[in-house]
């Protein structure tokens, strides 16, 4: 619509110019410059094509986060007595897991934060009798780093979207 007026404005100069002087060929000229800024700006897929892929990303990285915690879950309920092992488990951060579940990243961060503490704090403890394999708390600590840096580039990500769609909000 924009980009029609103007043409119209751009053939009918004469007649706008008589309305308005501000209505100069190099005004029109800029003007139509600003509406292919706008439309050269990318549409909202892809502007948060990033952030989407991230999600998806972030999504699998939870997901085999909460499978490794399960893991720690059966290690710590035979490692310690029946009536230790809700102490351990909330220690190791199972009051995040229902939340985690939820794609509550947050929650997932706590989760995996507090489990990959425990497993390294009572690796002693947990391998005993063989129950925890001995590279299970370097593993548990890679999938967690691995999925903070997805975490902090989906939150960069999806900031970098809102300004981008307010950038196209203004453009527009």
Known sequence: ICRSGWNSCTTYLADFAAFSPMYTAPFITDRIADLDAAEAIG???QRTEDSR????????KATEGMEQWQRLKRYITKAYPADQVDIKLDAAG???YRKA????WGAVSRLLMD??????TNSVDLA????MPVGFPLAF?????????????FVTASQTDEVETQTKIEAN
Do not use: P
Request: no cysteine; proline share 0%; net charge negative.
């Open 43 to 45: 549409d909202s897929e």
């Open 53 to 60: 892929t991230l999600r998806v990303n972030l999504k699998n």
């Open 94 to 96: 199972q009051s995040h």
């Open 101 to 104: 579940a939820q794609d509550d």
């Open 115 to 120: 489990g990959s503490t425990f497993a390294t």
């Open 128 to 131: 005993t009798g063989n129950n």
């Open 141 to 153: 600590a890679a999938i967690k780093g691995e999925y903070d840096t997805l975490y902090s580039s």
